[in-house]
Every structure is written in C-alpha cells, then in structure tokens.
C-alpha cells in the first residue's frame, strides 16, 4: 500500500513520534501501523499477536505505544515489542520516497 503524507488523515507522520493507523483495501483485517520513528518508518500488523483475533484485540495508538485492550499488552512502536511478552508485533517492510511511503510484504 502507498501513502501520501500530504493528505490530511496522514499528515502527522510528517513529525517524529507520530503514528496512523491505515486500513487498505486487501491488507490486514485489524489495519497497519506506520509510526515516524525521526530517522525512518516502521509499519506493524495492527493486530495484537500475543491473542487470539477476536474483536477485542485490535491494537490501539497512545503515542510511542500500541495498546491491547483484551490483554495488558503495550507495544513500543520503535522495537515492536512488549515486556515480557512472547511474540513482537508483526513488520512490515517500508519504503520512502519523497512524500511516498510504501508498506509490503
């Protein structure tokens, strides 16, 4: 999937710090992730990985974190991972170019 940081809904990954959360069309059923990290890009399944997918475990943004509501996980959207959690987010490669971001397998 592509994003244009120049339309509004993706505009604040213009700053470091900041995530969205995307959902395209043939991509993730709990949507992708992508978080301006200052230097580069991460982009992260929007799913919980340490629960079954129900709808409680779609993953939700509070700044530098992804949060699960159904389990006490909180995800570092630096590292992908949570303390003393088994499984790190999912990540997905990232490309950049100009106001482009390409996320893909």
């Known amino acids: 999937m592509d994003v244009n940081k120049n339309l509004p809904t993706y505009s604040g990954l213009n700053f470091a710090g900041n995530a969205v959360k995307a959902y395209p069309a043939n991509g993730p059923s709990k949507g992708v992730i992508i978080f301006n990290t200052g230097s580069t890009y991460n982009a992260w399944d929007g799913a919980c ?4 997918l129900s709808t409680c475990s779609t993953l939700t943004i ?5 949060s699960c509501p159904c389990g006490s996980e909180n995800y570092n959207l630096f590292t992908g991972q949570s303390a003393g959690k088994q499984y790190a987010l999912k990540q997905y490669r990232v490309e950049v170019n100009g106001d482009i971001i390409r996320v893909y397998n």
């Open 62 to 66: 509070s700044g530098s974190n992804a």
């Open 49 to 52: 990985p340490n629960q079954d």
